[in-house]
C-alpha cells in the first residue's frame, strides 16, 4: 500500500490547529418557546448556533439596530467579519469599533477583535486595539500570545520579548496565571509543565532554541507524559531537524559536564532517547532508530499515552502497517477520553487512505479538546483536500492561527499548502507572516525563495507559448529569480556558522538562471564541500562539470572535468532510494543515462573532433 509519508511525515507530531466547532446549546421546549428576542447574543454559542447567514438571523428574529442584544460584542463582531469578507473595510472597522464599546466583552471576543484586524490587513490598528485590551485582560495567556504575533509583526519585538518574559516570571513563582498580583493559585505538576512548554515555544519563536530546550527539560521533570512537550519538540525538528538534533546533543554534554563537576544538575539519558525517538519518528529515514529507542524505553514508561503514539506512528513509517494498526487499536482502546490518542489515530488512517475514518477521529479529538491546535492548521485541511472540500481550508488556517498564533511552523505549512496548490501570492503572505513574526528562521526564507522561483517558471513557460511577448514580463522572470536570490542569501546569512548545502545549491542554480556562471559553480562547490553524499547536490555538481565552459574552472580542473561530471552523476543515481521523490529519481535517472552516453562518445572521439554538448540535462533545487 503507497501511503503519503512524503508529504505527511512531519506532520505526525503534532504540527497542529485545531478546528472551531460550534457547541451546540441543549435548550429545553421550554427554552425554545421563550420570546426570540431574548436570544443571548453575548456568547458565541448564541450567535453559531443559527446555520443561516447573519442577515437571516435578523430577519428571522426580528432584531432592530437599537436593541440591546445587537449592540453585543460577539453580534458585532460577527456582523464585522461578515462585511471583511465582502471587502467592506469601512463596515468591518464600523462593527469592530461597536463591538469594542460593548460594556462587557470575553476575552475570547476581544482576541478574535484583535485577530480579525489582524486577518484583514489592519496590522496597526490590531496592535493599537490589542495593546488596549491587554490592559483589561491582563491574565488571558490566549491574548497575550496573540499580541506576541502582532507585536513581532509589527517590528516592535522589544514588546514581544517582555510578554514572553512576563509569562517566565509567573512559570517560575508557579503562578496559574499571568498576574501574580490577582492571581494566587498554584499550579499542579501537569499545568507547570503544559506553562513551561508554552515559554519554551515562545523562546524558540524569537531564536533562543538553546533556552526553549533547556525549559522544555524542566517541563519534561514535571510530566513526562505532557503531550505539549513533544508538540514543541516536533514542530523544532518541522523548520530544521539536523539543527535541533545538534543543539539537544550539545545539551546533553553539558549536562553530563555539570553533574560530573558537581553543579547541582541531574543527567537524565531516557528524557533525550524520548525526545530522540520523537523526532526520529517524523522520518522513514530514521524509523528504525526511532523503533530502537522505543524497545528501551517501553519497560520503564509501559503507561506513556505519548511513547505509544510514537510507537504506533513510527512502526506505519517503517512500513509495518498491520503492526501499527494493532499499536493503535490497543492505543485507542485503552485510552477513549484522551484527545491526542484520537489525533493520532486520525493522522494514521489519513496516512493509509481512509479519510473518512481520519474525518471521524478528527472531529472526536475536537470534542475532547475544541482547541487543540494540532487539528487545525494542517490535518483538517489535509482530510478535506482528499475528500475534495477545499471551501473551508482558508477558515481552519485562520483558526489554527487563533489557537496558537506563535506556532510558526503550522503558518509555514499553511504557506506550503498553497505553494503547492499553485497559489503562490497567498503562499507568500502566509510565509511573510512566518518571516515576520520569526526574522531568525532561516527555513522559511528558503521557502520564501522556491515560491519566486515557481512564479519565474510558471511565467517563463507562459512566455515560451505565446507569441506577444512584453518586456515586462521577461523583467519579471528576471525580478521573480532575483527576489528568489536574495532570499535564500539571507538564509546563508542565518546559518553561517553551521551551513546548509540546499542552500547553496539553490543559489548556484540561482545565479546561472542570472547568467553568473562564475557564482553558480562557487555555490555549487560549497554546497559539495558541505554534503559530499546529497544526491541533489551530486546531481547539479555533475552537470555543471559537463556542460559549463572551460572559462569557468580553474587550470587543473579542466582536465578532467567530464570524468568528475561523469562520476557525480553515476554517485547520486546510487545513491537513490525509497525516501526521494520520483520526480527526483526520474531527473537523477535521466541525467546518468545523458551523462554516460556522452562520457561513452567523448571516450571513444577522435583527438580533434568536435563533439557536441550533451541536451536535456535538468537541474534540482
Known amino acids: 500500500m503507497k501511503m503519503k509519508f512524503k508529504e505527511m511525515k512531519m506532520a505526525i507530531l503534532g504540527i497542529g490547529a485545531a478546528l472551531c466547532i460550534t457547541i451546540p446549546l441543549a435548550m429545553s421546549n421550554s427554552d425554545k418557546s421563550k420570546d426570540n428576542n431574548s436570544m443571548n447574543l453575548n456568547t458565541a454559542e448564541g450567535i453559531l448556533l443559527q446555520k443561516e447567514s447573519i442577515d437571516k438571523i435578523i430577519d428571522q428574529k426580528n432584531i432592530k439596530e437599537n436593541t440591546k442584544d445587537f449592540l453585543s460584542p460577539i453580534w458585532n463582531l460577527e456582523m464585522g467579519k461578515v462585511a471583511y469578507e465582502n471587502n467592506d473595510k469601512d463596515g468591518g472597522n464600523k ?32 496592535l493599537e486595539v490589542g495593546e488596549k485590551l491587554l490592559d483589561r485582560y491582563e491574565d488571558d495567556i490566549q491574548l497575550h500570545k496573540t499580541m506576541i504575533m502582532v507585536y513581532l509583526y509589527n517590528g516592535v519585538n522589544e514588546k514581544a520579548i517582555d510578554l514572553i518574559n512576563k509569562l517566565g516570571i509567573s512559570v517560575k513563582y508557579n503562578l496559574s496565571l499571568l498576574n501574580p498580583v490577582r492571581e494566587y493559585k ?25 533556552k526553549a530546550i533547556v525549559t522544555l527539560e524542566q517541563a519534561w521533570k514535571y510530566d513526562y507524559d505532557n503531550y505539549k512537550v513533544y508538540d514543541v519538540l516536533s514542530r523544532m525538528a518541522t523548520d530544521n531537524r539536523e539543527n535541533t538534533l545538534k543543539n539537544i546533543s550539545r545539551r546533553q554534554v553539558d549536562v553530563q559536564t555539570e553533574q560530573e563537576n558537581n553543579k547541582g544538575l541531574v543527567y537524565n539519558e531516557n528524557m533525550y532517547k524520548m525526545w530522540l525517538a520523537k523526532i526520529y519518528s517524523l522520518s522513514s529515514k530514521s524509523s528504525e532508530d526511532a523503533i530502537y529507542l522505543i524497545s528501551k524505553l517501553e519497560e520503564k514508561y509501559e503507561d506513556s499515552i505519548n511513547l505509544k503514539r510514537i510507537k504506533a506512528t513510527t512502526l506505519l513509517l517503517n512500513g509495518e502497517t498491520e503492526k501499527a494498526m494493532e499499536e493503535l487499536d490497543k492505543l485507542v482502546k485503552g485510552n477513549e477520553n484522551d484527545f491526542t490518542t484520537h489525533y493520532t489515530a486520525s493522522i494514521m488512517h489519513y496516512l493509509t487512505g481512509n479519510y473518512d475514518k481520519a474525518l471521524d477521529e478528527a ?33 481552519y488556517f485562520k483558526k489554527s492561527i487563533e489557537k496558537n498564533p506563535i506556532s510558526v511552523s503550522n503558518i509555514i505549512f499553511m504557506g506550503s499548502y498553497y505553494d ?45 507559448n505565446k507569441d506577444d511577448v512584453t518586456d515586462r514580463e521577461r523583467e519579471m522572470v528576471t525580478e521573480y529569480y532575483s527576489s528568489a536570490l536574495k532570499s535564500v542569501y539571507k538564509s546563508i546569512e542565518l546559518t553561517e556558522d553551521e551551513p546548509i548545502a540546499k542552500y547553496y545549491r539553490m543559489a548556484s542554480i540561482l545565479h546561472m538562471k542570472l547568467g553568473d556562471s562564475e557564482k553558480a ?24 562539470h559537463i556542460l559549463m565552459n572551460d572559462d569557468t574552472f580553474e587550470e587543473d580542473e579542466n582536465d ?18 525509497d525516501d526521494y521523490d520520483e520526480e527526483v529519481i526520474e531527473v537523477i535517472t535521466k541525467n546518468y543515462k545523458i551523462g554516460e552516453e556522452f562520457a561513452e562518445k567523448f571516450k571513444n572521439a577522435d583527438d580533434n573532433e568536435v563533439i557536441e554538448l550533451p541536451k536535456g540535462f535538468q537541474l534540482l533545487y
Not at 99 to 124: K, R
Not at 441 to 460: C, D, G, H, P
Open 420 to 464: 503547492k496548490s499553485g497559489e503562490n501570492e497567498k503562499a507568500l503572505y502566509y510565509y511573510d507572516l512566518a518571516k515576520a513574526i520569526s526574522p531568525e528562521n532561516f527555513e522559511v526564507r528558503y521557502k520564501i525563495a522556491s515560491t519566486y522561483i515557481s512564479m519565474a517558471e510558471k511565467l517563463s513557460y507562459d512566455i515560451y
Open 363 to 395: 472531529e472526536k479529538t475536537l470534542e475532547l479538546n475544541k482547541d487543540y491546535e494540532d487539528v487545525y492548521g494542517v490535518l483538517l485541511p489535509k482530510i478535506y483536500t482528499e475528500l475534495g472540500q477545499v471551501e473551508d481550508v482558508e477558515k
Open 186 to 210: 498554584t499550579l499542579s505538576p501537569t499545568e507547570k509543565s503544559q506553562k513551561l512548554a508554552e515559554l519554551a515555544e515562545m523562546y524558540y519563536l524569537i531564536g533562543k532554541e538553546e
Open 95 to 126: 462593527y469592530l469599533t461597536k463591538a469594542l464599546e460593548g460594556e462587557y466583552i470575553e476575552s475570547e471576543v476581544a482576541n478574535e477583535i484583535v485577530l480579525t484586524y489582524f486577518f484583514n490587513g489592519e496590522y496597526y490598528r490590531s
Open 521 to 544: 559553480y562557487k555555490y555549487i562547490k560549497q554546497a559539495y564541500y558541505l554534503d559530499e553524499d546529497d544526491i541533489l547536490t551530486l546531481n547539479n555538481a555533475g552537470v555543471f
Open 560 to 577: 578532467d572535468r567530464i570524468q568528475k561530471g561523469v562520476y557525480n552523476l553515476m554517485k547520486a543515481y546510487k545513491g537513490i532510494n
